[in-house]
């Protein structure tokens, strides 16, 4: 008989359809088995982990925009950083994550390309899985730069990009562009093209700028509302454009700062579950409390929690993935299926891995995350391993 290597007993399993009470076992970072209630079957396991009816098993979750946590930063571009990065955010229940840059000069986007590259094909990581790059900048519009540093904006350039891709080994997955800046268009035509993701955001653009790349090809936002055209009864702006595509998915940051409760209502009610990714868009001061900060090549001010430029535009957020699944619940009343799929299948489905991640079934990895009373994070498992755990 296989002795499995991880056993979870008696829980609630929440699979992408149903929550079923029963185990689940795990093999060489794949989930192996699950057997359901009453019908009980006896299988060896090196560790088993016997829970109750009060605890949930859910998919990992999948931060595609964060920059950074406990001091490090992706554009730090050293394995130090990288392996910071990854062994945090699962306390957080982060199984895997995409390397978000930030705008600044070539030579430093070239070196994150380069050094997410070998981190990933060294393959030492026990941690949450780098599953790619998203390239917030340097694509976007100086009028909607948030605290991306104005200088080292630069038009849409298909030839740069194509030579960070090359650095990357096509590890770039999402890329943030601006429709209105000289070349967008084309640009977006060019990322469909090649099975990448264009993402509309730090946007000045018009509500009929930002339906062109619609039509051309974008098929997402950038954190919502922040660093766009907002709604305006006689120019509906970029926000209006990308709310009401069903083409578009739209990642939010649940924070209650980056966006009132009540707006985070409204957005759930046009999008949807299906259509809403959660994300962080942390920087490296998460974890660390209130103090100064280097995001970008820029100064950033962090107090109660809020982060901000002293200009006062906010500059990333203190917010754990963990937490913005509780604010969301919170928010807006919704249920553990449909916040699963905020978090774990729709950014699984956005980068064409759910055939490996994003929800709990027979031969995915071993991302898991079990929660307690009141959802309460209790343990996280990367690929088969406990890397955090509070029971």
């Not at 859910?58 to 946590?69: A, L, R, S, W, Y």
């Not at 035509?189 to 700028?209: Q, V």
């Not at 709990?360 to 406990?386: E, H, P, R, S």
Request: aromatic residues 6%; contains cysteine.
């Amino acid at each position: 008989m296989m002795e499995y290597d991880i056993a979870l007993k008696e829980l609630n399993i929440c699979t992408n359809t149903k929550i079923i009470i029963g185990d689940l076992y795990i093999k060489d970072g794949q989930i192996k088995h699950i057997v359901k209630q009453p019908n009980r079957s006896s299988f060896n396991a090196e560790k088993s982990i016997n829970l109750s009816h009060d605890f949930y098993v859910i998919p990992g979750m999948i931060d595609i925009h964060t920059h950074g946590t406990a001091g490090s930063d992706i554009m730090d571009a050293t394995f130090k950083s990288l392996d910071n990065i990854a062994n945090t955010l699962p306390t957080e229940g982060t199984t895997s994550f995409l390397a978000t840059t930030m705008t600044e000069n070539i030579d430093k986007i070239e070196n994150v390309m380069i050094n997410v590259r070998d981190f990933i094909e060294s393959n030492n990581n026990s941690g949450a899985e780098i599953l790619g790059i998203n390239l917030e900048g340097p694509f976007i519009s100086p009028k909607k730069c948030g605290a991306q540093n104005p200088e080292k904006i630069i038009n849409p350039d298909i030839e740069l990009f194509s030579k960070w891709q090359h650095l990357a080994n096509n590890l770039i997955k999402i890329v943030t562009i601006a429709p209105e800046q000289p070349g967008a268009i084309k640009f977006v035509e060019y990322l469909k093209n090649n099975s990448i993701t264009a993402s509309i955001g730090h946007t000045n653009a018009t509500y009929d700028e930002t339906k062109k790349a619609i039509e051309s090809g974008a098929t997402h936002a950038t954190h919502i509302f922040n660093a766009m055209s907002g709604i305006n009864h006689r120019e509906p702006g970029a926000t209006t454009a990308l709310l009401l595509s069903p083409k578009v998915s739209t990642e939010l940051i649940a924070d209650g700062i980056h966006l009132h409760p009540v707006i985070i209502k409204l957005i759930f009610k046009i999008k949807g579950e299906d259509k809403i990714i959660l994300i962080t868009d942390s920087m490296r001061a998460k974890c660390l409390g209130d103090g100064s900060y280097d995001l970008g090549g820029q100064m950033v001010r962090v107090k109660n929690n809020k982060a901000s430029l002293d200009n006062g535009a906010l500059a990333g957020s203190m917010l754990k993935m963990h937490g913005a699944f509780i604010n969301m619940r919170n928010f807006c009343n919704i249920d553990l299926l449909k916040l699963i799929k905020m978090t774990s299948e729709n950014p699984a489905k956005l980068l064409n891995i759910f055939y490996r991640k994003g929800s709990i079934q027979v031969g995915k990895d071993a991302d898991l995350v079990i929660l307690g009373k009141d959802f309460n994070l209790v343990m996280t498992i990367c690929k088969g391993n406990i890397v955090y755990s509070s029971l």
